[in-house]
């Protein structure tokens, strides 16, 4: 399998530092508001990663964290009057009904930087103590960069280049600074600011530090593949493997992946241009599904423009796919299992050629566009392979392989039945059981699995209430 790392420009062989078993961390959004679709495609991409990364037999520990302490929700809680944490805690809430109608697994572990200060005032020491960081007069601790010799490695940057550049947007307050390429670690609190206690001033912590810090906490000093969309290249990758590199004395991640942008009109969509769509806005108007399906049609390397037309084409896709499946399940409706005929055993083993086609694209630096390819022939096989005269077996086979393909890609490609009030109810049932035993695994399964369907679980006094969203 070949990922392309963008440490080396190049495409590399996959091998995971133990094996089995693979190491992930994806940085994950700022929440001061719903996510748009941008901010949707490295969860669908690394989604998608992490699926076929299992489908290949590793365990998978899959940690993306949440920014909960960052200007801009510092910025929204004071025009609400509120708490920074009401504001952050609101858009995680939200972010995580997003990821469950775009049918993104959640994480195996989604830390909150707010929680983890602790870990952040170690590492800070520890670069201080190695003289890779320093506390400035106002109380502010700057990592030295020149200090850490493989600075720019990542974004393939030489640091004189980067002392130009800085000098031209050098901004005031930064005065404090040894050299303009230091970057910040932790900051003195502004009037109003939440902010912890710490050596050097009551502050809190800059962004970069946060997810090395995470990622060292729950996957270890070294991890296996680093991944974010491809503005997080420079400066907070290069920063997060100077910080780690720094502070451990070993090579942070293995591979760096990152997807290209969404764009709209060839522009990249982003909150602060404002040419953005939210997940929320779109899934009124499409299935999210469909969304999902678009934003793999294209490699993840390659920017992908947002237009009506190609979301158009992606529905007709989804759709081709959905009536395969339909038809098969009309075809099987009703009937007593039966076992494939010989000959029908020969014409299934013509599925392991689109199966071969869908894996190659996929160990192909995860070319899902190629994969949806692979997928398309299978369904065209399908179609003219089969009819109501073919074995329940047979045709059982043919559907169990394009419905697993599919949802390798995490695209679920049976409708969606409308849930009964009683199926409702009993799996709420079945989740309190969960909850009882402490399977809480289960009961975020149960609770993402009914928001899917679009039905809302609320947790009160009198128990648990639903509605239909
Ligand atoms: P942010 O909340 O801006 O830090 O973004 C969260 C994630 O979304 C990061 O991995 C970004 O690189 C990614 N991202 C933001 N905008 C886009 C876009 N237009 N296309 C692709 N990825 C994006
Ligand atoms: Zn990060």
């Known amino acids: 399998m070949k990922i392309y790392n963008t440490l080396s420009k190049s495409k590399e062989e996959f091998i995971p530092l133990e094996e089995g078993k693979v190491k992930m961390y994806v940085c994950g959004p700022t929440v001061y508001n719903f996510i748009h679709i941008g901010n949707a495609r490295p969860m669908i991409v690394f989604d998608t990663v992490r699926r076929y990364l299992e489908y290949k037999g590793y365990e998978v520990n899959y940690v993306s964290n949440f920014t909960d302490v960052d200007d801009k929700i510092i910025k929204k809680a004071v025009e609400e009057g509120v708490d920074s944490a009401v504001i952050s805690q609101r858009y995680i809430e939200e972010c995580k009904k997003d990821m469950a109608g775009l049918n993104v697994r959640p994480a195996t572990k989604h830390p909150l930087a707010t929680e983890e200060i602790g870990g952040m005032l170690d590492m800070i020491k520890t670069l201080i103590e190695k003289e890779h960081a320093y506390k400035a007069a106002d109380g502010t601790v700057y990592f030295r960069t020149r200090s850490f010799k493989d600075y720019g490695k990542l974004s393939h940057k030489n640091l004189d280049d980067l002392q130009g550049g800085h000098r031209e947007i050098k901004v005031a307050g930064e005065a404090t600074k040894e050299d303009e390429l230091d970057f910040v670690l932790w900051k003195p609190k502004k009037e109003g600011e939440p902010y912890w206690e710490s050596d050097w001033c009551e502050g809190r912590p800059g962004w970069h530090i946060e997810c090395s810090v995470m990622s060292k906490k729950y996957l270890g000093d070294q991890i296996d593949i680093h991944a974010g969309g491809e503005d997080l290249i420079f400066p907070h990758h290069e920063n997060e493997i100077a910080q780690s590199e720094a502070a451990n004395g070993k090579q942070f991640a293995k591979y760096w992946m990152h997807n290209a942008f969404l764009n709209i009109d060839n522009k990249k969509m982003s909150k602060s241009a404002g040419n953005f769509f939210t997940v929320r806005e779109i899934s009124e108007k499409y299935d999210l599904q469909v969304i999902r399906f678009f934003m793999l049609s294209a490699h993840y390397r390659s920017p992908l423009n947002f237009s009506a037309e190609l979301i158009e084409s992606s529905k ?154």
Not at 399 to 415: F, H, N, P, Q, S
């Open 316 to 469: 007709n896709g989804l759709e081709r796919i959905r009536t395969a499946v339909d038809n098969l399940n009309h075809m099987l409706e009703g009937r007593n299992p039966q076992e494939a005929t010989e000959k029908e055993r020969e014409l299934l083993e013509h599925t392991s050629e689109y199966i071969s086609k869908f894996e190659n694209a996929m160990e192909d630096d995860f070319n899902t566009a190629d994969a949806i390819a692979a997928i398309f022939e299978l369904v065209k096989f399908i179609n003219t392979n089969s009819s109501s005269e073919n074995t329940s077996g047979y045709l059982q086979t043919l559907k169990d392989t394009l419905v697993k393909y599919c949802d390798l890609l995490g695209i679920i490609a049976e409708r969606k039945k409308e849930l009964l009030d009683e199926d409702i109810e009993a799996l709420i049932e079945e989740r309190q059981q969960a909850r009882k035993a402490k399977n809480f695994a289960r009961a975020d399964e149960i609770r993402n699995e009914l928001l899917e369907k679009g039905i809302i679980l609320e947790d009160t006094r009198e128990g648990v209430k639903w509605k239909r969203s």
